[in-house]
């Protein structure tokens, strides 16, 4: 082990380690707690210059609620060619036309943006799950001519920058008539996503054990059901790393939601906050307040999945 | 089993995909994959490259309306475009600079590398930052600068350093970027270097350590080495991440002050998509050019993963 367990060192260096830890840490996540400390301050501290003095008033959830403001779900406004999934009084979710979820909101914009996020990213990863468990699976078991080719061509994808995809892929979106849909930016997030996931999912077969399959051929065992029996079932770890993965990287994405979405409809919530902040600059207590909850889904879906994130983050990492 | 007995039919006597099952079946699985891959992806490339040699506002269809001007884009860009230029310098700020993410990370893995009470919760909390979105980490850092009440100048005030507006002075504010994005990328190279220290083979250390090395020389000869696969990871990740730096300019700067935070994929943007008026082929030439500078990246990762495919015995 590298560098020397602190437990075979000298007391007080032992001491001095277990001090020094929090300390860099409180400086280490100092910007966020300055934040967290914003976001309980009444508005009047910032007028009066009061910034890292204790607050006037504890605020606690009162900006929270101001951000989040009043709402409600309206079942009614299904539109016409859309199925009610779940309909409770006031609470709906919609199907339209391409199957895809959404809900009806009324009153706080920023309750939008936040189930525009959601609606975004769930059906992303869901989709681009799949069709890497697909891709992943044929690049992984099979071997043809031109396997490599196509493994190559989707990690090359994966790391070009997105400007050079971006004046087609609006285009294609509008041509679709998805420009400022939620859809649109769904197809266009699974497609790319396919890439990394494709990647991630074909290294992980590859590392499975092959008797398994070459037992199952012998038993004559069609090669579907060798996906769906065999290779899915042992496919799960793997699932469930990508899927936290593509959640965060996806509830974070900015450029695509500017580029393909403009409006509170459709946006999710990293484009919302940025137009909060032309709206509210200098309201900081609530331009806090709106980040932080912003940044909370991935932030709890990393705490809460936080073994299956970071093997999914360090693939490859370790031979 | 039904297909055991299939199976058992003489080969003519089996259908054309039985036959052929183990030569098709990969290319049903690839076929939605591929073809959504191609569409959003690949076509688009070359669809851009394509688009670099038009004028086109974006509207109308591109061959009805758009207007062919071969390489003029590219010659203006690299002759008579100032804001490209500096996009261009500050494209190889954010490349050297980004690479900081890279010692630092090793730095802190190496300092929570130890077996203490607790040291889980602080390698998460380490961590927490770059899970969240760019656009919280810039308007965190937008405050944490801020001239009048920012943190920064308070931290440097205790010290007696006068109050500076890093984002407002053209020639601090790229690396006050920098700086909020190396905050979330140290801790992504941190994450895969303590995956790494982890696979450390412990033998080797005290053989060395048996030895007499230590310090300095330990990690530099032995530790090191070691973590290459971590350190490949980890410059793939934050070179990348270096040329995709949109975000957090976007949030901060917005290209300000007078254009000196550009680089070229908001520099691209902004040809194409802003109030500066929507001038496709112009932006589609910068991108293009981007994507060359990436190109060279991409090339020498996906020729190192070849190498390493040859030698696991493709």
Redesign the interface.
């Known amino acids: 082990?590298?560098?020397?367990?602190?437990?075979k060192s000298s007391r007080q260096w032992q001491i001095g380690?277990?001090v020094l830890?929090p300390l860099?840490?409180l400086l280490?996540?100092?910007?966020?707690l300055?934040?967290a400390l914003?976001s309980i301050r009444p508005g009047v501290d910032?007028t009066v210059?009061n910034?890292?003095g204790l607050p006037s008033t504890f605020e606690f959830f009162a900006n929270y609620k101001t951000v989040i403001g009043n709402w409600s779900w309206d079942p009614q406004n299904c539109s016409t060619d859309s199925g009610i999934l779940f309909h409770k009084v006031n609470h709906s979710i919609c199907f339209n036309s391409i199957g895809l979820w959404h809900m009806n909101i009324t009153g706080s914009a920023m309750v939008k943006y936040i189930l525009n996020s959601f609606i975004i990213t769930v059906p992303t990863v869901i989709g681009a799950v799949a069709?890497?468990c697909?891709?992943g699976?044929?690049?992984g078991?099979?071997r043809?001519k031109g396997?490599?080719l196509?493994f190559?061509?989707?990690?090359?994808?994966n790391?070009?920058?997105?400007?050079?995809?971006?004046?087609?892929?609006?285009?294609?979106t509008l041509d679709m008539g998805l420009y400022n849909t939620k859809t649109g930016l769904v197809?266009?997030h699974?497609?790319?996503q396919?890439?990394f996931c494709?990647l991630f999912m074909r290294n992980f077969i590859r590392a499975l054990p092959f008797e398994l399959i070459e037992a199952a051929r012998v038993?004559?065992?069609?090669?579907?059901?060798i996906?769906w029996y065999i290779v899915l079932p042992l496919m799960k770890p793997a699932i469930a790393a990508l899927s936290v993965l593509i959640f965060?990287f996806i509830?974070?994405d900015?450029?695509w939601a500017i580029?393909l979405t403009t409006g509170e409809n459709a946006q999710p919530v990293?484009a919302g906050?940025?137009s909060f902040?032309a709206q509210f600059r200098a309201m900081?207590h609530l331009?806090?307040a709106g980040?932080i909850i912003?940044?909370l889904p991935?932030?709890a879906?990393?705490?809460l999945m936080?073994k299956h994130f970071?093997a999914g983050?360090?693939l490859?990492?370790?031979? | 089993?039904a297909?055991?007995t299939?199976?058992?039919k003489p080969r003519a006597q089996q259908g054309w995909y039985k036959r052929n099952?183990?030569?098709v079946?990969?290319?049903l699985?690839?076929i939605?994959?591929?073809a959504?891959?191609a569409?959003?992806?690949?076509?688009?490339?070359f669809?851009?490259f394509y688009?670099s040699l038009f004028e086109w506002d974006?509207l109308g269809s591109l061959s009805t309306h758009g207007e062919y001007v071969g390489l003029d884009h590219y010659e203006k860009l690299f002759t008579r475009d100032r804001a490209f230029n500096i996009s261009l310098w500050n494209n190889l700020k954010w490349l050297i600079f980004y690479l900081l993410a890279i010692p630092g990370g090793l730095m802190v893995a190496?300092?929570l590398?130890?077996?203490?009470f607790g040291?889980r919760l602080?390698k998460?909390?380490?961590?927490?930052?770059f899970?969240?979105?760019?656009?919280?980490v810039g308007?965190?850092?937008t405050?944490?600068y801020d001239p009048?009440?920012g943190?920064s100048n308070?931290l440097i005030g205790l010290v007696g350093i006068p109050p500076v507006n890093i984002l407002g002075n053209p020639t601090t504010a790229t690396y006050g970027i920098i700086a909020a994005g190396l905050?979330p990328q140290t801790a992504?190279c941190m994450?895969?270097?303590l995956?790494?220290?982890?696979?450390?083979d412990?033998e080797q250390?005290e053989a060395a350590r048996l030895d007499g090395a230590?310090g300095h020389k330990?990690?530099w000869y032995?530790?090191i080495p070691q973590l290459k696969?971590?350190t490949f990871?980890a410059f793939?990740v934050t070179i990348?991440g270096a040329?995709?730096s949109?975000?957090l300019i976007?949030?901060m700067t917005n290209g300000g002050p007078f254009g000196s935070t550009r680089v070229?994929?908001f520099y691209?943007?902004e040809k194409?998509?802003s109030e500066y008026g929507f001038k496709?082929g112009y932006?589609?030439a910068?991108?293009?050019v981007?994507?060359m500078i990436?190109l060279v990246?991409?090339g020498y990762?996906?020729w190192s993963?070849?190498q390493d495919?040859k030698a696991a015995g493709?």
């Open positions: 082990m590298f560098p020397k367990p602190i437990e380690y277990q830890l860099v840490m280490w996540l100092a910007p966020l300055a934040v914003f910032f210059g910034y890292w069709l890497s697909m891709t699976f044929a690049l078991v099979y043809f396997n490599l196509i190559f061509m989707f990690i090359a994808g790391f070009i920058p997105f400007q050079i995809l971006m004046v087609p892929v609006r285009d294609l197809l266009f699974i497609a790319f396919t890439g494709t038993e004559g065992i069609a090669e579907w059901r996906f965060t509830w974070n900015y450029f580029v990293t906050i940025t902040n900081y331009m806090s980040s912003a940044a991935p932030v879906m990393f705490f936080q970071i983050l360090t490859g990492a370790v031979k | 089993m297909t055991t299939t199976n058992a099952e183990i030569a079946t990969p290319w699985f690839l939605p994959g591929i959504m891959f569409l959003y992806v690949i076509l688009p490339v669809q851009s688009l974006g190496l300092f590398n130890q077996k203490v040291i602080y998460s909390l380490f961590f927490f930052p899970v969240i979105s760019q656009i919280v308007l965190v850092f405050w944490f009048q009440f943190l308070w905050w992504y994450i895969l270097y995956t790494g220290l982890n696979a450390v412990p250390v230590k330990m990690l032995i530790i696969p971590a990871i793939v990348i040329l995709r949109f975000d976007s949030i070229l994929s691209m943007f194409s998509l496709m932006g589609a910068i991108a293009v981007l994507f990436m990246f991409i990762f996906l993963m070849y495919e493709h």
